[in-house]
């Protein structure tokens, strides 16, 4: 082989290399680009206040796309908009494509992290009972309902608090699926529950606007851990979660970060206090 066909052929295959090697860079910038262009990103939430909530006017707000929405601003993309979906809905939603991002409150456990690219974490919350006055059951953990044959509990469909209800013990018949926290909070006024289970916020605001005295809550529910979301974006997205976690780190390193979580209730320093491969990790 002369010099000259040696250089031609590492030439070529520098060349190749090199498109290889920035091809994912290009398809991630391609996405964000995408977004930019069509002006909003399309973000799956659950309208469980105060994680995520729509007014009547069709605004979405809530702690978690607050933070979404103030990210991709300083991504380039202009807005956000929200599709409602139940729980067990929004992963398959997201790799179906009808989603670019879920910002409900999806907490980080290694099935979901599996299935989706999370970003550094954002909202921290620990578990919640509603339950009659006076707690007549005396239910401060799923393990005391699973223990109680009479013990019914509301959950959301596909949600963490199924989960543990159903891990607990809970035979599936007295697992009850609610579609949201006003029907929860109406079957357990009416005896068709005997405890409703939320996030220690959704559950406090759901009952604060009730103003029912008949009702209560019982805070943390007792073995049961304390949880972080982040935006759940798909897989082969990550540079986009990268970029997404760059602008997120600013804001908690500026204080914007707790000035927008906080107000709704919850604290930037549990966010910061962990991370997303800790929260993978834990089983």
């Known amino acids: 082989m002369n010099i000259k066909h040696f250089l031609t052929m590492a030439a070529g295959a520098s060349?190749?290399?090199?498109?290889?090697?920035?091809?994912?860079?290009?398809?991630?910038?391609?996405?964000?680009?995408?977004?930019?262009?069509?002006?909003?990103?399309?973000?799956?939430?659950?309208?469980?206040?105060?994680?995520?909530?729509?007014?009547?006017?069709?605004?979405?707000?809530?702690?978690?796309?607050?933070?979404?929405?103030?990210?991709?601003k300083r991504l380039?993309?202009?807005?956000?908009?929200?599709?409602?979906?139940?729980?067990?809905?929004?992963?398959?939603?997201?790799?179906?494509?009808?989603?670019?991002?879920?910002?409900?409150?999806?907490?980080m456990k290694p099935e979901r992290c599996a299935a989706v690219a999370y970003s550094q974490p954002i909202l921290c919350d620990a578990e919640a009972f509603a339950l009659k006055k006076g707690n007549p059951l005396g239910l401060t953990s799923y393990k005391d309902i699973a223990d109680n044959p009479d013990a019914r509990i509301g959950a959301p469909g596909g949600g963490t608090e199924e989960k543990l209800a159903l891990e607990a013990g809970v035979p599936r018949d007295r697992v009850i699926v609610v579609p949201d926290g006003q029907s929860g909070l109406k079957m357990l006024q009416d005896g068709r529950i005997d405890v409703y289970s939320?996030?220690?916020?959704?559950?406090?605001?759901?009952?604060?606007?009730?103003?029912?005295?008949?009702?209560?809550?019982?805070?943390?529910?007792e073995g049961a851990p304390v949880y972080c979301d982040g935006a759940a974006f798909r897989k082969g997205d990550e540079a986009l979660r990268d970029a997404f976690d760059v602008e997120l780190a600013k804001m908690k390193e500026s204080g914007d970060f707790a000035k927008i979580i906080e107000p709704y209730g919850f604290s930037a320093a549990a966010a910061m206090s962990t991370d997303r491969e800790k929260l993978c990790a834990a089983q």
């Not at 860079?25 to 977004?35: C, G, P, R």
């Not at 909003?40 to 979405?60: C, L």
């Not at 729980?87 to 939603?93: H, N, Q, R, S």
Request: avoid cysteine; aromatic fraction near 4%; charged fraction near 20%.
């Open 15 to 72: 060349a190749l290399m090199a498109i290889v090697l920035a091809a994912p860079a290009s398809a991630a910038d391609d996405k964000l680009e995408e977004l930019k262009g069509q002006g909003f990103a399309r973000v799956a939430i659950a309208n469980e206040p105060p994680f995520t909530a729509v007014a009547a006017d069709g605004k979405v707000s809530g702690a978690a796309p607050d933070v979404a929405r103030e990210i991709f």
């Open 76 to 107: 380039g993309v202009e807005d956000i908009v929200a599709s409602i979906s139940e729980y067990g809905a929004m992963i398959p939603g997201l790799q179906a494509g009808r989603h670019d991002v879920i910002t409900a409150g999806l907490f």
């Open 198 to 221: 939320l996030p220690v916020l959704s559950i406090n605001d759901l009952v604060s606007k009730a103003n029912d005295p008949n009702i209560e809550v019982v805070a943390p529910v």
